[in-house]
């Protein structure tokens, strides 16, 4: 896909979850650098970050098809938000919780509790807040594949 489908199909994967708020997060989307920021150790070039969240929602959607898609959309495409840059949020500290902070106060996104523990606790699979927690454990277990795959892919870009 290029970046231009990529940043496409993850507008239109969150306006299709008809949330409060998916709109606002949208808009911030496009304001951050969220469509040409790259992650810092996987997935690491222009346009990484959006790569990455789409293949961590691909992921998930083809191993879980009975959870609820919006969930699946909303955690797995926003769970790294934190890593675009957007100077109104600077201030807000943090990994997991910056990504929920900023779509809960900056962009009034409507999430649950449930999904705001996924997004919160992604890189902690076995933290606590995540014990019954379904998503949590697919959010986590989708970004792990798609950064294992982004680092074997940058090798393959160094030596190829």
């Known amino acids: 896909m290029t970046d231009t489908q990529i940043k496409d199909r993850i507008i239109s994967l969150i306006l299709s979850t008809g949330r ?17 920021a790259s992650c810092h150790h996987h997935h690491k070039f222009i346009g990484g970050l959006a790569k990455h969240s789409l293949e961590a ?15 699946l959309i909303l955690t797995t ?32 996104l409507d999430i649950t509790h449930e999904e705001s523990n996924a997004i919160r606790y992604h890189m902690h699979p076995f933290a606590e807040q995540t014990q019954g927690n379904l998503l949590a454990g697919v959010v986590s277990a989708a970004d792990i594949f798609s950064a ?8 393959y870009r160094l030596v190829g």
């Open 57 to 71: 929602y691909e992921i998930a959607v083809k191993v879980h098809k009975d959870m609820p898609k919006d969930s």
């Open 77 to 108: 495409l926003l769970h790294d938000l934190c890593t675009a840059r957007h100077t109104s949020t600077d201030h807000i500290h943090g990994h997991g919780y910056r990504s929920v902070r900023i779509l809960k106060e900056v962009c009034g």
């Open 20 to 36: 409060e708020g998916a709109q606002r997060t949208v808009d911030y989307l496009l304001r951050s650098d969220f469509f040409t």
């Open 148 to 155: 294992s795959h982004g680092i074997v892919d940058r090798i």
